[in-house]
């Protein structure tokens, strides 16, 4: 069976990424509260017991809010690197020793039949990772909270069959909204978040013959809108020739809804 996989809440307000083959349940975050996210996961179908781990990008409220409570009462063995973990402990409460497994950044970590690789990003988290999912010659890239995509992100990400990707906030709105201007200088800066247009940008880069889909995920609340950030990544790729809906498909991502189930 492929991998089938669910963005189940994308957004400022709570992250968290399903992940299935006939072996292995994962989730990669769990950033709602435990009840949303028995709820999330009710939408396509799935109990929150058949969970096989958690895998953690970084201790940021919006992805590992529900963590503690989930992991303790349905007994899931949870998975972050060193420095996470340090910093997530304060959100997390505690979780027992035999649930606490380690997964550093830039390495390869064995689940069932999938290979998920961990990989470094830049933002004001203690030591935050992204992943990509592979399963065989197929992969799959999830890409948010970063202030910039390196020259060494998009030489690991290339060609993925699909892709979640940091579509955060159109730089305009940013700027002209009520935000405090230290606010909008650590969303801008190299730590913070990617916009539309860099979004865009990066992905006219790193697509191949294999990407059929791209969602657009963590947009802010209050400096995105969904169709915006279609428009804006849209155009990007159509600049380099591509035709949204018949070359790939954009798909947005909500904070309240999961994603139907898709296969890579």
């Known amino acids: 069976m492929a991998v089938q996989y669910s963005v189940l809440a994308s957004g400022s307000t709570g992250n968290s990424l399903y992940i299935e083959t006939q072996q292995q349940h994962l ?107 592979h399963d065989g ?20 990400i290339r060609d993925s069959d699909a892709y979640i990707m940091e579509a955060n906030h159109d730089t305009e709105m940013l700027m002209m909204g009520p935000y405090p201007w230290s606010v909008k200088r650590r969303i801008l800066g190299d730590t913070g978040h990617i916009s539309n247009d860099d979004s865009g940008a990066a992905l006219t880069e790193v697509l191949g013959n294999h990407t059929k889909r791209i969602y657009l995920a963590h947009l802010s609340r209050d400096n995105n809108m969904k169709e915006l950030a279609r428009l804006s990544v849209g155009q990007k790729l159509e600049s380099i020739g591509l035709k949204m809906g018949r070359d790939l498909t954009l798909m947005d991502t909500d904070p309240q809804r999961a994603t139907h189930l898709a296969a890579i």
Not at 63 to 80: D, E, I, K, M, N
Not at 137 to 156: A, F, P, Q
């Open 27 to 133: 989730l990669i975050d769990c950033g709602l509260s435990g009840k949303k996210m028995i709820g999330l996961l009710g939408q396509i179908g799935r109990k929150p017991e058949d969970i096989d781990g958690i895998l953690v990008t970084h201790e940021h409220s919006d992805h590992v809010r529900g963590l503690g409570v989930f992991a303790r009462r349905f007994h899931t063995p949870v998975y972050a690197n060193d420095k996470t973990w340090k910093a997530m402990a304060s959100i997390t409460g505690g979780i027992p020793d035999e649930q606490k497994f380690e997964f550093q950044a830039n390495t390869i970590k064995k689940f069932g039949n999938l290979d998920i690789e961990s990989f470094s990003v830049s933002h004001d988290a203690a030591d935050p990772m992204f992943y990509i999912v």
């Open 137 to 156: 010659n197929r992969k799959l890239t999830l890409l948010t909270d970063l202030g910039y995509v390196s020259e060494h992100i998009k030489g690991l």
